[in-house]
């Protein structure tokens, strides 16, 4: 019981770090590692509460293939300049910390309030099967089949905005303009010693 609660607040603890090393670190590949620590200590925190499945889920499938994803997107989009800060980039900038707050205060009031609530308790009575495959499997295809399917979409989309972005960042957007014809540095090197 010790060991877990001690596991508990150090897994705590890596996700929290890693949330903050997204947000807070400037190099994207850097992010990128943070979040992948971020994942990982999340799968400790679903083992803790017997959910093997989804921890093991959370290795393979986010900390695994979507991280590889994001990898690849940060080296195909290389480092990013500081951009020019405009007007709007500035009222951004002194808003952020005001939104910031609000969530915090609104998480706050939300984690103490059901973490009150439940200080006498046992703790949810869970059912046989809980967090087995099947059970999961029937959750993601009947319940949440929406959200499940709007998060691979977005997936797909922030994937496809990135190699947008990199192309027009390298000035190869004029490819994409119908009757453009590759220039003469885009042909096989062997073209004419067939």
Do not use: W
Not at 39 to 65: C, D, M, S
Not at 111 to 128: H, P
Not at 184 to 194: N, T, V
Request: hydrophobic share 60%; proline share 5%; no cysteine.
């Amino acid at each position: 019981m010790l060991f877990e609660q001690i596991l508990f607040f150090l897994a705590a603890i890596a996700a929290l770090a890693g949330a903050l090393g997204v947000v807070i670190l400037r190099n994207p590949f850097y992010s990128v590692l943070a979040l992948a620590s971020h994942l990982i200590a999340l799968a400790v925190l679903f083992l803790l509460l017997r959910a093997e499945f989804i921890a093991a889920a959370q290795i393979v499938v986010y900390a695994g293939a979507v991280m590889v994803l994001y990898l690849f997107v940060v080296a195909y989009v290389g480092g990013i300049d500081e951009p020019p800060k405009g007007e709007a980039g500035a009222a951004a900038t002194q808003l952020a910390p005001v939104f910031g707050a609000a969530i915090a205060i609104e998480i706050t009031i939300a984690v103490v309030g059901t973490g009150l609530a439940a200080i006498d308790t046992q703790g949810a009575k869970l059912e046989s099967g809980f967090g087995s495959p099947g059970q999961i499997g029937e959750q993601l295809l009947t319940k949440f089949l929406i959200p499940f399917e709007a998060a691979s979409f977005l997936l797909l989309v922030a994937a496809v905005g990135a190699v947008v972005l990199a192309r027009r960042r390298r000035g190869l957007e004029h490819l994409d303009e119908p009757g453009s014809e590759p220039g003469p540095d885009s042909r096989p090197a062997m073209e004419g010693h067939a």
